[in-house]
């Protein structure tokens, strides 16, 4: 059995769960989210308690069945609690503004560069060096982070650029002088 696939999904309160067949719609106070579950994977919904079950003990059905429920489980907790990503700018004149529905990165460039909040994300700036990516999918959260790192990635030599929170950068030594 899967460690992770025969675990069961306790559904929160403010939190309703739909299934229609193959497709589940998991419903928060702020979010509403949509999964396709592969149609070999069986989704049971008790009580409070959503479970995953499989058809048999294949490689690619173990692998389906926790898969299934890690994403079940992620549309739950971002409904309910919702996810974030903290990044943070460091560079001599690298700083981030908020627009109302965008933000404006001065990165360096001959040109600022200004990113759009995707549907279903928010993007906070607290601070000129530091950005707040949320939402209720973890995906897209994820995904809208690591665009907005890719504008600069962090320098291996200086550490300049746009990290995440916490990431660890490892830093080269520079060219030495020649050796006489």
Same mark, same amino acid.
């Given at each position: ?21 193959? +497709? @589940? ?30 058809? +048999? ?12 429920? +890690? =994403? ?10 919702? &996810? ?5 700018? #460091?560079?001599?004149? !690298? ?8 933000? =404006?990165?001065?990165?360096? !460039? #001959?040109?600022?560069?200004? =990113?759009?909040?995707?549907?279903? @994300?928010? @993007? ?6 530091? @950005? ?18 890719? &504008?600069? =990635?962090?320098?291996? !030599? ?5 990290? !995440? ?16």
């Amino acid at each position: 059995m899967s460690r992770i696939g025969k675990m069961p999904i306790k559904i929160p309160a403010g939190v309703e769960v739909k299934q229609d067949g193959q +497709s @589940i719609t998991v419903k928060g106070k702020d979010a509403t989210l949509f999964m396709s579950v592969h149609p070999e994977m069986t989704v049971k919904i008790d009580n409070g308690v959503i479970t995953v079950e499989r058809p +048999s003990e294949e490689k690619r059905h173990k692998a389906l069945h926790g898969l299934t429920r +890690s =994403l079940l489980n992620n549309m739950v907790v971002g409904v309910s609690e919702g &996810f974030s990503k903290t990044l943070e700018i #460091s560079g001599v004149g !690298y700083k981030a503004a908020k627009n109302p529905t965008s933000i =404006l990165l001065n990165l360096g !460039y #001959s040109h600022p560069i200004e =990113l759009e909040e995707p549907k279903g @994300i928010t @993007i906070e700036v607290p601070a000129p060096n530091k @950005i707040i990516v949320k939402g209720a999918d973890k995906q897209l959260v994820g995904e809208t982070a690591a665009k907005i790192r890719s &504008f600069r =990635l962090p320098d291996a !030599y200086k550490g300049k650029g746009i990290r !995440y929170a916490g990431e660890i950068l490892k830093l080269k030594e520079g060219k030495t002088g020649a050796k006489k």
